[in-house]
């Protein structure tokens, strides 16, 4: 391996390894919010309920679980050099375009659920079939198979759609809008 290309590597794992460790933090206190709301959660003693039925009792250990994984995320990051001085390269946003689609496309999603102008799993539906097309296209489009992607992706969009809805209603007894 030459040394270019052995600088590039090492660049890559500490940009990571920053990325990582900022990244924790989140985890961590998203984490303990979690452990938090669980704890202010109704207890339902006025039913005597036993402590082990109480409703907050399962989110506060995956709440738990994710501040640990945090933790070992943290810990990780800094072993691996997350704080060493590096150079800075500009900020290019078409280098971001993912994230930027993600965030822009779920919450026009959230938008229009909130609206409620068209059933669930239709909304749903679409939105996932926007997904697997957009983030499968460039690949589709070498192979020559756009078509079959936005078939595959329109599948993928229903079944998850109904079985999303499906899941919810039925099993979980959630209302959905």
């Known amino acids: 391996m030459d ?13 990571l ?7 924790s933090f989140l985890w961590i206190g998203l984490g303990l919010a979690i ?15 036993s402590i082990y039925t109480a409703p907050g009792l399962v989110p506060a ?3 738990l679980a994710i501040a640990f994984m945090g933790v070992i995320l ?11 001085p590096r150079t800075r390269r500009p900020l290019v946003l078409a280098d971001h375009w993912r994230l930027i ?3 822009g496309w779920s919450l026009f999603y959230a938008l229009v659920i909130v609206s409620r102008t068209l059933p669930f799993w239709l909304i749903t539906a679409c939105y996932v079939s926007v997904f697997v097309l957009v983030f499968q296209y460039a690949e589709r489009r070498a192979a020559g198979q756009v078509k079959r992607g936005l078939i595959v992706a ?7 759609g109904l079985l999303i809805q499906y899941v919810f209603e039925e099993l979980f007894l959630v209302r959905l809008p």
Not at 3 to 15: P, V, Y
Not at 17 to 23: K, Y
Not at 39 to 49: I, V
Not at 154 to 160: F, T
Request: charged content about 15%; hydrophobic content about 50%; cysteine-free.
């Open 101 to 103: 689609f993600s965030l």
């Open 35 to 49: 452990v938090v709301i669980s704890w202010r959660m109704d207890r339902l003693e006025h039913l005597q309920a």
């Open 74 to 84: 943290l810990l990780r990051a800094l072993r691996q050099g997350a704080l060493l």
């Open 3 to 15: 040394q270019s290309a052995q600088n590039s590597e090492t660049e890559t794992q500490a940009n």
């Open 154 to 160: 329109v599948v993928h969009g229903l079944i998850a």
């Open 61 to 63: 250990f995956l709440g």
């Open 17 to 23: 390894s920053r990325a990582d460790f900022w990244s």
